[in-house]
């Protein structure tokens, strides 16, 4: 799909295309963003001097903006052509195309740049989000593997992290149903579900989201005195943002790591969403900790596998309030470039950290 010239703009601004070379934070683009908005100006005017003279921008912020379309115009452009020929497309807040559920539910966090491979129209379909942690014991992995099924026979798309464990195996056991996935990943897309994933976008099962490219070192912040890679947070915006409902399987709070709590933590304060919380089986702390804000919390409700179907059901009768967009998803072929992995992984020396939930 042709990206418009605002749409460019935003590309050069946002993404992490360049080695070295780093983008605007999420604070940065909404400062700009807002800027623009309230001066009658769009992105592509932006290579004006002095359009940017006339926004209301602290210098150093201004000196980045005019760093930014300069460095990375031409390199740009390469990396963005480079990431079409393996099957990458990217479309931003100014397309059609556009998720419209992240605009609507995430506003001013939904992330300015998504690359994708597959049906972007998956993203506009019902869709239930199923997430949990990496270190899953046997029974979890059946009890993930039954309910992703029973989604799948009651016709949601699901939509998950990509992550080992819960959301691997809610992905498999989804489409191995007949359903249809809508990942969100971070990092690369080399290793072992390398051809699952060509596989199913093909097949039109699978739409794998991205809001950095894959050859992009994840970025790292700071929570609670720990460093945490920001990606994660963005991809369970993601899975919030699209889902009508989001099922947490196992998340923990005083033990492991609590990516999985925090991402639901966010989604109650921002109110974005309803989660259900398992409440049968071994129940760790996170879960505990979630439950107990069902009694003062409307977006909070427990589930057991006895009483998903019924859930689901449920779900399924409150009418959507996100209005599908004009534009059309495109159905993209991943991975066809036999040189793929070569080429990325000589790019990317160095991974980045590894995802943590």
């Not at 309230?38 to 290579?47: A, E, K, S, V």
Request: aromatic residues 8%; positive net charge; charged residues 30%.
């Amino acid at each position: 799909m042709r990206m418009s010239e605002d749409s460019k703009v935003v590309v050069l601004l946002c993404a992490r295309l360049i080695k070295d070379l780093e983008p605007l934070s999420e604070a940065e683009w909404n400062i700009l963003r807002r800027e623009l908005e309230r001066t009658g100006t769009t992105p592509r005017d932006l290579f004006s001097s002095e359009t940017l003279k006339e926004l209301n921008l602290k210098d150093e912020l201004r000196r980045k903006i005019e760093d930014l379309l300069e460095r990375s115009s031409v390199e740009g452009a390469v990396a963005l052509n480079e990431l079409r020929g393996w099957g990458i497309e990217t479309t931003t807040i100014y397309e059609e195309n556009y998720p419209s559920k992240l605009k609507s539910v995430l506003k001013d966090l939904a992330p300015p740049v998504l690359f994708y491979a597959g049906d972007l129209n998956l993203s506009e379909e019902l869709s239930v989000g199923v997430v949990g942690a990496r270190n899953i014991k046997e029974w979890e992995w059946n009890y993930t593997r039954q309910m992703s099924q029973m989604i799948a026979e009651e016709g949601f798309v699901l939509v998950s992290g990509g992550a080992k464990g819960t959301d691997e195996t809610a992905e498999k056991s989804c489409i191995e149903a007949g359903g249809r996935v809508v990942t969100v990943r971070t990092g690369t897309l080399l290793g072992k579900d390398q051809v699952w994933i060509r596989e199913n976008v093909l097949e039109g099962k699978l739409l794998v989201l991205l809001t950095q490219p894959p050859t992009a070192k994840n970025r790292m912040i700071v929570k609670s005195g720990k460093k945490i890679v920001f990606d994660l947070f963005q991809r369970n915006r993601l899975i919030y943002g699209l889902s009508k409902a989001v099922f947490v399987v196992t998340a923990y709070y005083d033990e492991g790591t609590k990516g999985t709590y925090y991402g639901a933590e966010e989604n109650l304060k921002k109110g974005w969403t309803t989660i259900y919380v398992r409440e049968d089986g071994e129940i760790p702390s996170g879960n505990r900790k979630l439950l107990e804000r069902s009694s003062t919390s409307s977006y909070v409700k427990g589930f057991t596998l006895s009483n998903l179907k019924e859930i689901l059901n449920q779900i399924k009768s409150v009418p959507v309030q996100h209005e599908k967009p004009t534009g059309s998803g495109e159905q993209m072929p991943l991975i066809e470039n036999v040189y793929m992995e070569r080429t990325l992984r000589k790019r990317t020396k160095k991974k980045g950290p590894n995802e943590q939930r």
